[in-house]
């Protein structure tokens, strides 16, 4: 996935993930890195935002309390409820 090519994720994806974001539940997240890599993480959202055209979301990693962002096209699942096939 080139960095430049965002592809925007559905609406109520988007609503999903700033609801997590307003419990501050820990979720597990699959999403993939600049490279295609798969991670895996359990974290809390704990912001949704959008930034030079393109939508992201920031998680405090489980555990350690490191912060992650997460251009959102590039997340798979989050709490089991995958984006690919989400309506």
């Given amino acids: ?3 430049s090519e965002y592809v925007p994720i559905s609406c109520g994806f988007h609503d999903r993930l700033e609801d997590f974001a307003v419990r ?3 979720v597990p ?3 993939l890195s600049p490279d ?3 991670l ?3 974290a809390v ?3 949704v935002f959008a930034r030079d055209g393109a939508d992201w979301a920031t998680f405090a990693l489980a555990g350690s ?3 992650v962002t997460i251009r959102l096209d590039r997340i798979r699942s989050v ?3 995958d984006l690919p096939t989400f309506c």
């Fill in 36 to 38: 295609g890599a798969e």
């Fill in 24 to 26: 501050r539940a820990v």
């Fill in 29 to 31: 997240v699959v999403a």
């Fill in 79 to 81: 709490d089991g409820i």
């Fill in 45 to 47: 959202i704990t912001d």
């Fill in 40 to 42: 895996t993480f359990d």
């Fill in 1 to 3: 996935m080139n960095e």
């Fill in 65 to 67: 309390g490191d912060n």
